[in-house]
């Protein structure tokens, strides 16, 4: 007789008492029933992938599509907005999805990236400067997602974008909205709006004058040739802006968290500087701040690891605990900074969709998180680790706040 049992919610929260861990659940399914049905919070279910190699050959696979239109696509509990018109190329598929990436994929790459280095490395100094000058140990802390984690990507996204960066708070509250799993959708959809408003006026003004930017290039290069419209020159503008800030902010504020509570390690990157590229990569499998997706809709019969998953049918596919495997990474949930396969993580997706943004972020993160523990040798919490607001309502795990001094 078969017991039919309703699928148990999607796991999102970190386990009581370890913040930066990814939820429990995850390492039992691995074992148990590594591709499991998930119910989601309106009432549908999805399957869940939790293991390394099931989990790449689901992002691997271009019949897993990422068009939010496509039924089944699970939509339920996922942040951004509802909008299904004018989106992104991240929820796009083939040949759609490769005629826009393509226009933008120079942009991104490592060699172009690698130029920036010294631009990041002033940023970052600036920023540090001022922190000196406000000088934690007699505030009694400074923020460091305000004071550095989230202004270096944002200034840097808005430069290369040619976002004006006064406009910041506009875009970071609005941002911040659109990622929130707790905010009403009335108010996420609001900010969506709101948001589509602000870059759509932005796009018309540079159209006028188009500057020396991503987005100056893609309206002299692409919409004024007639490959794209003005609506889609904006929806490339929210993607990367959100895309580009959101995501490195957070890696930075858990990445400087995890190496004040672990002075062995910091030590060791201090004393050899040459071993930070691979503790970034160490940081971003350990961390794996996307925690509830990527998500996919089958649009064919597939079988994964034995298991058939129909057309029509939704997958959530969850990277953080694919980073977590014992089967690919030893003695997974310990941070090891000198890891030899660190760099085999997928906390960037894996497949076509793999994250455009990863080399700036890498640079973003190894530049900042070299600085700090260059100039900032002494920085500890200055607050106990139940009183910092850990992101448990944000699609995008990390710390709302981190007070620090030094
Ligand atoms: C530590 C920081 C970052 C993490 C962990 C991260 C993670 C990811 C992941 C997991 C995906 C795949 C989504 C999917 O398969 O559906 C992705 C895609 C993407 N990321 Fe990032 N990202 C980061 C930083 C950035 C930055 C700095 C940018 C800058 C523009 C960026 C731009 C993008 C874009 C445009 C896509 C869509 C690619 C496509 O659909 O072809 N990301 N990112």
């Excluded at 590594?34 to 019949?63: E, F, M, N, Q, V």
């Excluded at 270096?152 to 506009?170: A, E, Q």
């Excluded at 188009?210 to 419209?229: H, M, S």
């Excluded at 910091?266 to 940081?283: K, M, W």
């Amino acid at each position: 007789m078969m017991i039919s049992t309703a699928p148990a919610p999607l796991p999102v929260e970190p386990p009581s008492g370890c913040p930066f861990e990814p939820p429990a659940e995850f390492a039992a399914l691995r074992t148990a029933e590594p591709i499991s049905k998930i119910s989601l919070p309106d009432g549908s279910w999805a399957w869940l992938a939790t293991r390394y190699t099931d989990i790449r050959a689901i992002l691997g696979d271009t019949r897993f599509s990422s068009d939010t239109t496509v039924p089944g696509y699970p939509l339920s509990g996922m942040t951004g907005g509802a909008a299904t018109e004018n989106r992104g190329f991240i929820r796009r598929d083939p040949p759609e999805h490769t005629r826009l990436r393509r226009m933008v994929t120079r942009e991104f790459m490592v060699k172009r990236v690698e130029a920036l280095r010294p631009e990041i490395q002033r940023i970052t100094d600036e920023l540090c400067d001022a922190m000196e000058r406000a000088d934690g140990r007699e505030r009694g802390g400074v923020d460091l997602v305000e004071a550095l984690a989230l202004p270096v990507p944002s200034l840097v996204i808005s430069l290369l974008l040619g976002v004006p960066y006064d406009d910041h708070d506009i875009f970071q509250r609005l941002t911040g909205k659109l990622l929130s799993r707790t905010i009403a959708d009335g108010e996420r959809e609001a900010a969506r709006i709101e948001l589509r408003d602000y870059l759509d006026q932005l796009v018309t003004t540079k159209e006028a004058a188009p500057g020396d930017d991503i987005l100056g290039r893609l309206i002299v290069e692409q919409q004024r040739t007639g490959e794209i419209t003005h609506d889609e020159v904006a929806a490339f503008a929210a993607l990367l802006l959100i895309a580009g800030h959101e995501t490195t902010a957070n890696m930075i504020g858990l990445s400087a968290l995890t190496l004040m509570r672990d002075p062995e390690s910091a030590g060791r990157l201090r004393q050899e500087p040459g071993l930070i590229r691979g503790a970034v990569e160490e940081l971003l499998r350990f961390h794996s701040i996307i925690r509830n997706g990527p998500r996919r809709v089958a649009t064919a019969d597939i079988e994964i690891d034995g298991h058939l998953i129909r057309a029509g049918e939704g997958v959530v596919v969850a990277v953080a605990s694919a980073n977590r495997d014992e089967s690919v990474f030893a003695d997974a949930d310990r941070l090891d900074v000198c890891r030899p396969n660190a760099q085999h993580h997928v906390a960037f997706g894996y497949g076509i969709h793999q994250c455009l943004g990863q080399a700036l972020a890498r640079v973003e993160l190894q530049v900042v998180i070299g600085t700090l523990l260059r100039r900032f040798p002494t920085m500890r919490p200055a607050v106990p680790d139940d009183e910092i607001p850990f992101r448990t309502d944000m699609a995008i795990y990390g710390c709302h706040a981190l007070p620090v001094t030094w």
